[in-house]
């Protein structure tokens, strides 16, 4: 099993839970999370006084999925996710030990 | 015998309205405070606010009315006797002058301005001062400052009969003391832990503009109602205090645009008030071009005062200094450069451009000057006595975790579902025992009806922040 991990642009959020439902992805984790890449923050003024505010606002998407799958998943990810401007993000795939479904305490491949 | 004075019913009820809305200045000016100050302030701001309607409405009855209107003494104070302890009270027949008013509406009226003269004071010491410094400062300063400032400029003290200056609706009595005060504690209390590295932004920027919508309806009242009767000299009052003001936003907003190259909401508010600070003492006496000229240039110099603070290095938090203090010696001055008696007959010597040479801007300068010394050197007496004996200023620890919780034990925003949302935490700490919150962490499990559930991970949503590589 393996744990697809996609930090994107907050407004292709939509983009990608639709291209990965199409995948048959039914269930994702999303949250909101701050960061910068290479394109660092921005810079605010409040009556003339300037705060650099180094972390922007991201969507994390997380999608547990066969190993089977995961090339599809992260291509679908990256396709949806991509304005090919600066800041469009990351994606990265770990390998996962276990998993186990909380209702009915199933295992690995069955809990998923 | 001369007939007994009536009551004007529609002076008073002029008044009365006004009166309500100069109260609604405080509160508006609570919220302006509150969203230009860090979250975890935000309550010890408006607390500042609020805690001066109620103790000077209290003070302002007692004898704070006595001694800024009651008859003359010397020039400086009123006679404290006259209306000590409001007496058993006023006759039916007890009216204001000539304007029809009763004495308690003209009192109640009056009485808002010390109130709002007062907390505008509190936005050069937030997040660091004690409130019960602030309570102590605040009883101090208005028994022996504000009263008899009052009294000088207009309950028939030196300022006003002998100097001859002007100050239709407050420049000198309310903004230039205030200002004054404002930064003789921002240099007793000293610079807030971190201040000026640390970026202290405003935490709530649309708070900060209802505050000012708040701040200009209310100054309606302030300004129109301090003619007291409901004539042409009220509706020029009016005019002059929108199209000042309207003028200022303006002002301020190109300053920030040629500086910072994006003009702002918060400067766009600033500038509103520092435009009603400006027209608040010429408003009956200029012409509604020369309200205009003085918004620009209000906007645009409160724009540039406020950097003044990092220059001279002295942590005036929310600006006082800059929108206050000099917009009140502009608008004063104003008086002396744009004043005609075509507008009001109280203008007995036109201004400079208007041909009355340097006479009144002379008077408005010294009555800006001889406030700002005395309004400084009291609160700074008063300031440092208070610290010296019951402290004025918060533990470091205080105010690095934030004063609404170390003075008041409680907090603006409590948004976190383990904090106990909603404002529960403290009941949840203090063991009172909230039912335990549920999470609410954006997680979004498909459960079909039948059970096939594809690939599905259902993982806490985690609040923190992180570093994000890409």
Redesign the interface.
């Given at each position: 099993m393996k744990?697809v991990t996609a930090?994107i642009k907050p407004h292709q959020l939509d983009g990608v839970k639709e291209a990965l439902q199409a995948l048959?992805?039914?269930?994702?984790?999303?949250?909101?999370?701050?960061?910068?890449?290479?394109q660092k923050g921005h810079t605010?003024?409040?009556?003339?006084?300037?705060?650099?505010v180094e972390?922007l606002p991201?969507i994390?998407v997380?999608?547990?999925?066969?190993e089977i799958?995961v090339d599809k998943v992260v291509d679908a990810i990256v396709t949806a996710a991509r304005t090919g401007k600066i800041g469009?993000?990351?994606v990265w795939v770990t390998a996962v030990e276990d998993?186990v479904?909380?209702r009915t305490g199933e295992h690995g491949l069955d809990a998923? | 015998m001369p007939e007994a004075p009536t009551i004007d019913t529609g002076n008073t009820a002029w008044l009365l309205v006004s009166s309500a809305l100069v109260l609604l200045m405080t509160p508006g000016l609570a919220l302006f405070y509150g969203g230009l100050n860090r979250s975890k302030g935000v309550l010890n701001m408006m607390m500042m606010s609020f805690s001066s309607i109620g103790l000077i409405s209290i003070l302002w009855l007692f004898y704070g009315f006595s001694v800024a209107f009651g008859d003359d003494v010397n020039g400086v104070w009123g006679n404290l006797g006259q209306y000590l302890g409001t007496k058993t009270f006023l006759a039916e027949t007890d009216l204001w002058g000539e304007t029809g008013i009763p004495l308690y509406v003209f009192m109640a009226f009056q009485m808002m301005f010390a109130i709002i003269t007062v907390a505008l004071i509190s936005g050069s010491i937030s997040d660091r001062a004690k409130f019960s410094g602030w309570l102590l400062f605040a009883f101090g300063w208005a028994t022996l400052v504000y009263f008899p400032v009052a009294h000088m400029v207009w309950g028939g003290g030196f300022i006003g009969a002998d100097i001859g200056a002007l100050d239709f609706a407050g420049g000198t009595a309310v903004h230039i003391n205030a200002g004054a005060a404002a930064l003789a504690l921002a240099l007793v209390l000293g610079k807030r832990v971190g201040w000026p590295r640390e970026g202290m932004k405003p935490h709530n920027v649309p708070m900060v503009a209802l505050g000012t919508g708040l701040l200009w309806f209310g100054w309606f009242g302030f300004n129109a109602g301090s003619e007291l009767t409901v004539d042409a000299i009220t509706g020029i009052a009016f005019l002059n205090t929108q199209v000042c003001t309207a003028a200022a936003i303006l002002g301020w907003i190109v300053v920030e645009w040629l500086r910072n190259g994006k003009p702002t909401l918060v400067g766009a508010s600033s500038g509103a008030v520092a435009g009603l600070v400006a027209i608040t003492p010429a408003c009956a006496f200029v012409a509604p071009w020369a309200a205009v000229l003085l918004g620009l240039v209000a906007g645009a110099v409160c724009a540039l005062a406020v950097g003044l603070k990092y220059r001279l290095g002295f942590d005036d938090s929310l600006d006082v200094v800059g929108v206050h203090f000099v917009g009140g010696w502009i608008g004063c001055l104003w008086i002396g450069l744009f004043g005609t008696s075509q507008i009001s007959s109280l203008v007995a010597n036109e201004g400079l451009f208007y041909g009355g040479g340097l006479a009144q801007l002379g008077a408005q300068a010294l009555s800006a000057l001889i406030v700002s010394v005395l309004s400084f050197v009291i609160a700074y007496a008063l300031g440092f006595a208070i610290e010296k004996t019951i402290g004025f200023r918060v533990t470091q620890e205080a105010e690095v975790d934030g004063i609404d919780i170390a003075e008041h034990a409680e907090s603006g925003y409590d948004l976190s579902p383990a904090g106990g949302g909603g404002g529960g935490g403290a009941f949840a700490l203090a063991g009172i025992g909230t039912p335990s919150s549920k999470p609410t962490a954006s997680v979004e499990e498909a459960e079909p009806v039948e059970e096939v559930e594809p690939a599905a991970p259902v993982e806490p949503a985690e609040p923190v922040s992180e570093k994000v590589a890409g």
């Open positions: 744990l930090v048959g992805v039914a269930g994702l984790t999303v949250s909101e999370v701050q960061g910068y890449g290479r605010e003024v409040y009556r003339g006084a300037e705060y650099t972390f991201k994390r997380e999608v547990l999925t066969d799958d469009d993000g990351k998993v479904r909380v998923l | -």
